[in-house]
């Protein structure tokens, strides 16, 4: 008789086994989607949904009406877009701290008087093309720097950040120049069934980070590679190349985030994106991504990102100081982050 026989006899020499209480099976239930993705956002969709009631409290109808909503998304839609690629980094363990410089240089590049003759005889999409070129191979070199020089990838992306905006600031002669294709502000200023253009490139963008990174090879090889890289490495996974990939991806979402930009200001300028790799990283962060890598979503992403941009709309709507969102702000990424751990540990604990 084999051993995988027994188990089989075992269940039939003691009779059927006895059905699950109903209470129990809730219980499992309960507990099996506070360990997954619904335990891991609620904390951040009871943050933002008190920030609703506060900002609908405070400000009435000025803050609840469907302009201001669209005004909210709107806002978060670029910092959004610049998210969407640092999740992929920091759930494969790195870190980018360069996308807000390389946005700032693509923008400038994008509109540099050659390429704006080029697009005024050809096409505006030459300055789309242009800018997230910029992105791609600033996100490449980045990636490689780190995946083949082996360089930590805060000192690398440091440098970037430092160099590319130099180059920017070099190229625009420390000036703003301003965008001269009108089919260009024309399209990126339109609203598609009411809703503005911005917006719909930050839901497109959102969507297709999602399906990458829970529907695709991609994604599963991010995860494995930010949860235990010796291991994936060990399994076969080509760690180095990936890791280009992932900063070339952060890179593209930069360049997008640039086009998104000129679009809103007409301009391109070395002083966009100051600041905006920290506030993604802290979207990131605040979305369930952890800072040592493999576990994230992107949907909890778009709820940080979300969360910051309806602080931000609240304290207008106030006339509140900076000085004092900024202290909120930090008060929010702690009781997101503790309201999402409990959540999540709640679904982790043993019978």
């Given at each position: 008789?084999?051993?995988?026989?027994?188990?089989?006899?075992?269940?039939?020499?003691?009779?059927?086994?006895?059905?699950?209480?109903?209470?129990?099976?809730?219980?499992?239930?309960?507990?099996?989607?506070?360990?997954?993705?619904?335990?891991?956002?609620?904390?951040?969709?009871?943050?933002?949904?008190?920030?609703?009631?506060?900002?609908?409290?405070?400000?009435?109808?000025?803050?609840?009406?469907?302009?201001?909503?669209?005004?909210?998304?709107?806002?978060?839609?670029?910092?959004?877009?610049?998210?969407?690629?640092?999740?992929?980094?920091?759930?494969?363990?790195?870190?980018?701290?360069?996308?807000?410089?390389?946005?700032?240089?693509?923008?400038?590049?994008?509109?540099?008087?050659?390429?704006?003759?080029?697009?005024?005889?050809?096409?505006?999409?030459?300055?789309?093309?242009?800018?997230?070129?910029?992105?791609?191979?600033?996100?490449?070199?980045?990636?490689?720097?780190?995946?083949?020089?082996?360089?930590?990838?805060?000192?690398?992306?440091?440098?970037?950040?430092?160099?590319?905006?130099?180059?920017?600031?070099?190229?625009?002669?420390?000036?703003?120049?301003?965008?001269?294709?009108?089919?260009?502000?024309?399209f990126m200023n339109m609203d598609l069934l009411g809703i503005d253009m911005l917006i719909w490139i930050f839901v497109l963008v959102a969507v297709a980070g999602w399906i990458l990174l829970n529907r695709t090879t991609f994604g599963r090889r991010t995860v494995a590679i930010g949860g235990n890289r010796e291991a994936a490495r060990l399994a076969g996974l080509a760690v180095r190349r990936h890791?280009?990939?992932?900063?070339?991806?952060?890179?593209?979402?930069?360049?997008?985030?640039?086009?998104?930009?000129?679009?809103?200001?007409?301009?391109?300028?070395?002083?966009?994106?100051?600041?905006?790799?920290?506030?993604?990283?802290?979207?990131?962060?605040?979305?369930?991504?952890?800072?040592?890598?493999?576990?994230?979503?992107?949907?909890?992403?778009?709820?940080?990102?979300?969360?910051?941009?309806?602080?931000?709309?609240?304290?207008?709507?106030?006339?509140?100081?900076?000085?004092?969102?900024?202290?909120?702000?930090?008060?929010?990424?702690?009781?997101?982050?503790?309201?999402?751990?409990?959540?999540?540990?709640?679904?982790?604990?043993?019978?």
């Amino acid at each position: 008789m084999s051993e995988s026989q027994s188990p089989t006899i075992a269940q039939a020499e003691s009779g059927p086994a006895s059905p699950e209480p109903p209470e129990q099976r809730r219980r499992f239930t309960a507990r099996s989607l506070l360990s997954g993705s619904v335990g891991r956002n609620l904390g951040l969709i009871l943050a933002l949904a008190a920030l609703f009631v506060v900002g609908a409290i405070t400000a009435g109808d000025r803050f609840t009406n469907i302009d201001n909503i669209l005004v909210i998304v709107r806002l978060a839609s670029i910092i959004g877009v610049i998210s969407v690629g640092m999740t992929f980094v920091i759930i494969g363990g790195g870190i980018d701290l360069s996308v807000g410089s390389v946005m700032g240089l693509a923008s400038v590049v994008a509109t540099l008087s050659a390429i704006q003759a080029l697009a005024e005889n050809s096409t505006w999409l030459v300055m789309v093309f242009t800018a997230l070129a910029v992105g791609l191979a600033a996100g490449f070199l980045n990636g490689f720097v780190i995946a083949y020089g082996k360089v930590v990838a805060f000192m690398a992306t440091l440098a970037m950040l430092v160099a590319a905006r130099g180059l920017a600031e070099i190229l625009a002669n420390r000036t703003t120049q301003v965008v001269r294709i009108p089919e260009f502000i024309e399209f990126m200023n339109m609203d598609l069934l009411g809703i503005d253009m911005l917006i719909w490139i930050f839901v497109l963008v959102a969507v297709a980070g999602w399906i990458l990174l829970n529907r695709t090879t991609f994604g599963r090889r991010t995860v494995a590679i930010g949860g235990n890289r010796e291991a994936a490495r060990l399994a076969g996974l080509a760690v180095r190349r990936h890791t280009m990939y992932l900063y070339a991806l952060a890179g593209l979402t930069a360049g997008i985030a640039a086009v998104m930009i000129l679009g809103r200001t007409t301009a391109g300028t070395s002083t966009h994106g100051q600041l905006y790799e920290l506030d993604a990283i802290a979207a990131v962060v605040v979305g369930g991504t952890l800072l040592v890598g493999g576990r994230g979503t992107i949907t909890g992403t778009v709820f940080g990102v979300l969360i910051f941009a309806t602080l931000t709309n609240v304290f207008t709507q106030n006339n509140l100081s900076t000085s004092v969102q900024a202290v909120a702000k930090g008060v929010i990424i702690v009781v997101a982050v503790l309201l999402q751990q409990r959540f999540a540990g709640q679904g982790s604990k043993s019978h």
